[in-house]
Structures are given as structure tokens and as C-alpha cells.
């Protein structure tokens, strides 16, 4: 379980989260919905480390990750994919999934499996595994910046806005991915943030509304 | 041309290399941190003269030879001794800060390490030219070549080959790279920042220490060296573009061929020559030859 307790984030003098509480259960999917500046972006950071908290903590089962410092943080296990794909552009689709492989010094025959595995559940970018990153269209980065969060994202992954900017057809190709994730790993937590969450109804387990930094209902899941 | 434009060139050059191991490093260290260190050139002078005290009790205890060591010693005593030390005590606190903050700092540490050299080493000129001496001369086509000044410039060619495949190719490399283009990203995927802004600062003192030790054998070695350095070492940055090795490469030959080329045909014009390559390059190109604005990659 990986939970938020009464977190607050402050972001250029205004406050961004107010007391946000919430629980991600492991083995589930749970759809954060909210407009644009609603804090849906500013939550997935926050647990990432990478905005201070101004009060609150932030617990993965019985460690508390709240003064881990935010690079510690994936070796826990937890796979962050930005909104933007924020691909390194120099470097090949590989090399950029390795990236958390070589920081985290994990061991070639792990890394080899998590690479396996990746390109297992997303074929497509098995094929793109020489081009480099900066030559990807949208559709495709974001499946590589997907491929990368699952490399990191051993027990929880963490999508921000995923078809956002992702044309039709592309969009549902991706939450068939996600259907097929769902499936293969069915011990993941997933946590995706969404502004139109009608494409994750296949997945989804818990639906929380998020408006103004409040977490402000708690929707019952969609079938 | 003419054979006897080709000792100017090769003066250009080696000039070049010293420029481009200085400018390099200051380059580096603004791709990676975001700041604009200007107590870069205090490294170089610093690297000067350690060589030339480090290689003078060398020669004494085993030899000439053995002082040759010193040009590459120094350096790394130096970046292993002042690079982390500065990096955490000083411009950790700087990251983030307004630009102005972060220039009155690194100036203030600039003055820190001038003075602390006038205490240290004094005011009298220093040198060594025994590593030019025996390293000897080279002769082709009755034109007699320093062997010294071209292993300057096949260093500077090793140091600018080996940056990139560093980058490229080496795990270090890779994640000073991630850390140039997206910090925030970076962190996410398990790459401590923190320890990459230590190294690279290393690296970028030790590449101005480098340049600084090299050049302790051809110029006298006096205060005033690093204020001179850093503002040759920011023009060759800024017509390179920032955050660019291969544009600092081409810069420094740029400048090396026109100063030596002033020195020839124009000597009054010599100091300025840098200066009226920065303007040209800069009325044409406002980012330097190969930056842009907003990049951010090295």
C-alpha cells in the first residue's frame, strides 16, 4: 500500500495539495481524476520526492518514504512516466530503459529480465530498441517513457496523463497496453492520473477525484 | 600557403589546446550545474602553479623526467582536494538562485583563491621550462618544431575525444548527460544528482588545472593568470555556444590561429583578437556557433 497522509505541497507561495489523503493499494488501479491544475501532477511528483512537502507523510507499506531522498525513492521500486515523454534524445530507445538499470547498478541478468519483460508487453518498442530518443513520435515516445517507468516500477508505477496529446487511435492502442500490463503484472500498483478516464474503464479499480489540491470524493469503481 | 605560414599555425594550435582545456571545463560545469563559475580561471593559475613547485622538488629528488609527472599530477591533486570540497561547502547553496547570486558567489570565490595565491606563492613570476627543454625539437623541411606544443595539441585532441566518449558511452557519462537534460526526470529514475554535480565540478577543475599545469612550461607564471584566463576561457565558451565540447573545440582553434596569426602580422592587436572573433561570431550567430536557445544537451 503506498499512502498519502495530510500532504501538503506549496508551489511559488500558493498551496498546491491541501492535506491530500489517500491510499494506493498494491495488485490495483486507481484513476486520479482532475482538471488541469486540479494537483494531479503536483501528487505523482510529490511522491516521486521531487517537490518538498510542507507537511504530511508519504508511506510504502511500513517505510516511510517521506525524508527519502527522491533518487532512493526508485529503489523502492515506484516508476514515474511524466506527462511529457522527457526522453534523453541523444541516446537510443535502449539505452534510455536502461538508464534506472545502470543508476541502480542492478545485475546484468535483472537488468536483461526487465528488459525482456518490457519489450514482451511492448513489441513496438522492441523494434524501435536502436533509434534514437529523440526521433520518436509522440505515440512512440510514450510507450518508451512507459517501458522506462515499468524498468524502475517493480511494485508501483505511477502514469501522468497518459493519452494526453496521443491521437485516437494511438490512445486506445495504448490502453490496450495497459489491459495487457494489467494482466502480466497483475502484483503492480498502478496510479494514473487522467482528465478523461473513459479509456481506463477496463482497468480500473478505485476513481478519486481530485479538484483544487482537495481530494474531494471518492467515486465508486466503474465496472 | 606558403611552408612559413606553418609554425604560425602550429603556435595557434598549441595556444588552442591550453584555451580549450580551460574553456571545456567551464563549459562542462555550466551544461551540468546551471552556473557560470567565475573562479574557473583561478583552477588554471592554481594548476600553474602547483606544477611548477611540485615539479621542481620532483626534478630535484629524481630527474627531469620525473618532473614531466607533475603536469599531469597536479592537476588531479588539485581536483580531488578543491573539486568536492568547493562544490559542497560553496555552490550547492547557489543551485536554483538567481544568476546574479550565483556570479557574485563563484566572483567572490575567485577573489578568495587570487589572494590566497599571492600569500602562498607571492608576487614574483615562477617557471619551469625544463618539460619544453627536453622534450626537445622536431625538424621537417628545415622548419624546427617544439615536440612540446605538439603533444599540447594532441592532448587537447585525447582530452576532447575521450569527453565524448565518456558521455557516450560510460555509465558516469550517461548520467551526466540524463542530469544536463532534466534533473527532475533523473532523479526519478534512481540517478543521484547530487553525487554527478560533485564529479562533474571535479572534472571541470581538473580540466582547467590541466590546461593551467601545461601552459606553466611556456608562459611565466604570475598573479594575474586566472583573471586574464577566465575572460578568455568565457569568449571562447560564448562563441562556441554554452554547454558545447565540440564548440569550445572549434572556438579555441578559432581564437589559438587568430592570435598567433596577430601576433605575426598585427602584435598590438594580439590581446583584443579574441574579442573581435567573439563579436563577429556573435553578430551572426547570438548563441554561439553551436548552441541555441534553450538547449540543453552537452
Known sequence: MLRLEQVRVRFHDQIVLRDVKMDVPASRTTVLIGRNGAGKTTTLR???GVLPLENGRIWLDDVDLTGVRSHDRARFGVGYAPEDRRLIPDFSVEDNLLLPAIALRL??????RRLDEIFNLLPEVAALRHRAGGVLSGGQGKMV??????????????????????????????????????????????????STPRLLDKIVDNSLLIERGEISSLARKAA | MSSAYIPLIVDGLADAALIFFVAVGLTLVFSVMRILNVAHGSFYALGAYISVVIGLWLTGRGGPVLGLAALVISPVLIA??????????????????PEAL????????????????????????YSQDTPMQILGITRIGGIVYLNYQLILVLMAVLVAVGLRLMLKRTRIGKLIVTVVTDQELAQTLGIDSSRVFILAFSLGVFLAALGGALASPTVGVAPGLGSETIVLAFAVAAIGGLGQIEGAALAAILVGLTRSAAIYFAPEFQPVAPYLVMLAVLLVRPFGLFGSIGLRRI
Open chain 1, 46 to 48: 510529490a511522491i516521486m
Open chain 1, 107 to 112: 545485475a546484468g541478468e535483472e537488468r536483461r
Open chain 1, 145 to 194: 517513457a512507459l517501458g522506462r517507468a515499468l524498468m524502475v516500477g517493480t511494485r508501483y508505477v505511477l502514469l501522468d496523463e497518459p493519452f494526453q496529446g496521443l491521437a485516437p487511435a494511438l490512445a486506445l492502442s495504448y490502453a490496450d497496453t495497459l489491459v495487457r500490463l494489467r494482466k502480466s503484472r497483475p502484483d503492480l500498483g498502478l496510479l494514473i492520473t487522467e
Open chain 2, 80 to 97: 580531488v582536494l578543491l573539486g568536492p570540497l568547493i562544490e559542497l561547502t560553496l555552490l550547492r547553496w547557489t543551485y536554483g538562485r
Open chain 2, 102 to 125: 550565483q556570479i557574485l558567489v563563484t566572483f567572490g570565490l575567485f577573489l578568495i583563491l587570487e589572494d590566497a595565491q599571492k600569500l602562498i606563492f607571492g608576487v614574483q613570476p
